[in-house]
């Protein structure tokens, strides 16, 4: 069903542009194409009108019998092309249910073969048929007297209403209002089972952030710990390369820097043969004072480096700490366990301050439902007033079709807040004196309730985007006026919609722009249904023989151009 949305202008007008029905029943196959406007179907009880609306409402979701299938080497196969020129539901549906869309037709098709299996398409891409009812109801309504699926359904008795009220803009306003009202709500919700889970977690939490702050965690602190218990660990190997390199530098025996002060020595007797510019005593000297501080660093590294194994006790039993809570809270290093220290007082601070964020949040939810009831409750009004000025003009409409003693009460009672606002819209009828008012879908006969849907369809076609309508013999058991009242209401509402109906009454046929004859033809094995388009002359003995019975004479033929001269 579309949305009141989509209604803010009037649409294109949605076609059945062409009908396929191959191996169904009494039709091998079938490929018609209809037009705008005002479409009549006739023809004799028994030629396979009803076959036709039979294979047509497979496309409306209705369950498939494989006895249908009447070759049983093929597959029965019915197919709808429609004009859906500027559908924006339709396409947004489509497009969201990743169906393929054209912007400028629609085709439903289903498939059943002879074993039964029903396969169901739209624009070749395939779907359930959930999916394919959901499509077709906004292109193709079919109304017979047994069968009127629209009429009943809440969605599109608010549309009516919320269509004549023009409650588009306003409608619009609210949403943006109640979606605003469901995140409020949606906030505080959440806000309100976080701290129902931190209210439980909240001893443990506080459990846990002692231990971390028992700690003391430093930043950078672990891998710093981790160089000093290495060092530790190796100190005998360390202290011993350190001997080796200092004795290496400074030794009596001949340590480098014996040898470089030996080496300045021997060059003080070179002068005779030292160019003066290479300054080599003033290098040497340079080297010697290099080497004699290299390795008093390493005699002062040597001397500070003990052996206390108490420091790598306490090392290691603070880094056997940390390594501890890094697994039990599943974390890699220290550095991590801060960051997760910081996150548990945050919590706490949150939970500490958690009704003061509820209160806001609380306050936030009731600003909202305020100002979407305010819009709710401006829609009703609107609703209402719409809804007493329709029943009065339904009844007005629908009385002259024979239903002279109808009664039509639109109620609009109210409801809980919802995307539609605030109100349950129910259309309330009664076709005779004595009779109680009750829901449209649960009284009246099949072709009282077919009357008062085309006394809706009259109303609201100018108003309201409506899938193309067929009326299944909603004429059956009227005659004179009345007849003539129903062909000039279909006539009229075909301005705004596609209309097609199939009649046996000449004063509804001589209303249609076109006419089409559905009739029987045997071959030498089975008798097949066809339809036909006819033609002006052809229309003009249809209608007479409609008027005359059997025998057409030229009473019935001026009787059935003067119906057709005046449609």
């Known amino acids: 069903m579309k949305t009141t949305d989509s209604l803010t202008q009037k649409s294109d007008i949605i076609v059945l542009e062409s009908l396929h029905i191959s191996n169904y029943a009494l039709i091998d196959l079938i490929d018609i194409r209809f037009h ?5 179907i006739t023809g004799e009880t028994g030629a396979g009108k009803s076959i036709i609306l039979g294979a047509l409402s497979l496309l409306l979701g209705s369950r498939a019998d494989t006895r249908v299938v009447t070759n049983p080497d093929a ?10 020129d500027d559908y924006p539901s339709l396409k947004d549906f489509c497009i969201r249910e990743d169906i393929e869309w054209d912007d400028e037709r629609c ?5 059943i073969s002879p074993a039964g299996r029903s396969r169901a398409f739209v624009n070749d891409s395939p779907v359930p048929l959930a999916k394919l009812r959901e499509v077709s109801l906004h292109l193709i309504d079919i109304h017979s007297q047994h069968q009127n699926q629209l009429l009943a359904t809440p969605e599109f008795q608010l549309d009516v209403i919320d269509t004549l009220a023009s409650n588009s803009v306003r409608l619009r306003e609210y949403r943006l209002r109640f979606n605003a009202f469901r995140e409020a709500v949606k906030r505080l919700k959440i806000m309100k089972a976080k701290i129902e889970r931190a209210r439980e977690d909240e001893e443990f939490t506080r459990y846990q952030l002692e231990q971390l702050d028992d700690l003391n965690l430093q930043p950078g602190e672990q891998p710093e710990l981790e160089r000093e218990r290495d060092v530790l660990n190796n100190l005998g190997a360390i202290k011993s390369a350190l001997s080796k390199a200092i004795s290496t530098l400074d030794s009596d025996e001949g340590g480098a820097l014996r040898m470089v002060e030996l080496a300045s020595e021997a060059c003080e007797d070179l002068d005779e043969v030292l160019d003066a510019s290479d300054d080599i005593s003033g290098r040497l000297e340079s080297v010697r004072i290099e080497i004699s501080d290299i390795a008093s660093t390493l005699s002062a590294i040597d001397e500070n480096l003990g052996a206390d194994p108490s420091t790598l006790d306490a090392i290691e039993e603070r880094l056997s700490s940390i390594y501890s809570l890094c697994h039990k809270h599943h974390l890699p290093d220290a550095d991590a366990l801060i960051e997760f220290r910081d996150g548990l007082r945050d919590k706490l601070r949150a939970l500490d301050s958690s009704g003061d964020a509820i209160e806001e949040l609380e306050r936030d939810a009731r600003r909202a439902k305020a100002l979407a009831k305010e819009s709710a409750m401006e829609i009703s009004a609107a609703r209402k007033e719409a809804a007493e000025k329709f029943g009065k003009r339904l009844a007005e409409v629908a009385k002259p079709l024979g239903m002279k003693n109808l009664r039509c009460e639109i109620r609009v009672s109210p409801a809980d807040m919802s995307a539609t606002g605030m109100d349950e819209v129910e259309f309330m009828v009664a076709f005779n004196k004595n009779q ?3 829901p449209v879908g649960a009284t009246a006969s099949g072709g009282e309730i077919s009357r008062l849907m085309l006394s809706i369809k009259s109303i609201i ?6 899938p193309s309508i067929i009326f299944d013999e909603i004429d059956t058991g009227v005659s004179g006026d009345v007849a003539n009242r129903m062909g000039a209401m279909m006539l009229d509402i075909s301005k705004n919609i596609q209309v097609t109906t199939i009649t046996h009454l000449p004063q509804v046929a001589s209303k249609g722009a076109h006419q089409y ?3 029987k033809e045997d071959d030498e094995n089975s008798t097949h249904t066809r339809i036909a388009l006819l033609s002006e002359e052809e229309r003009i003995r249809s209608i007479a023989a409609m008027l005359g019975g059997s025998e057409i004479d030229d009473a019935a033929i001026a009787a059935a151009k003067s119906l057709l001269a005046h449609r």
């Open 36 to 40: 705008e406007g005002f479409n009549v």
């Open 75 to 84: 597959k029965s196969v019915i197919e709808a092309v429609f004009t859906v």
């Open 107 to 111: 085709i439903l098709r289903r498939e």
């Open 436 to 438: 109680p008012l009750m």
């Open 461 to 466: 076609a100018s108003s309201m985007q409506l």
């Open 517 to 519: 004859r559905v009739y």
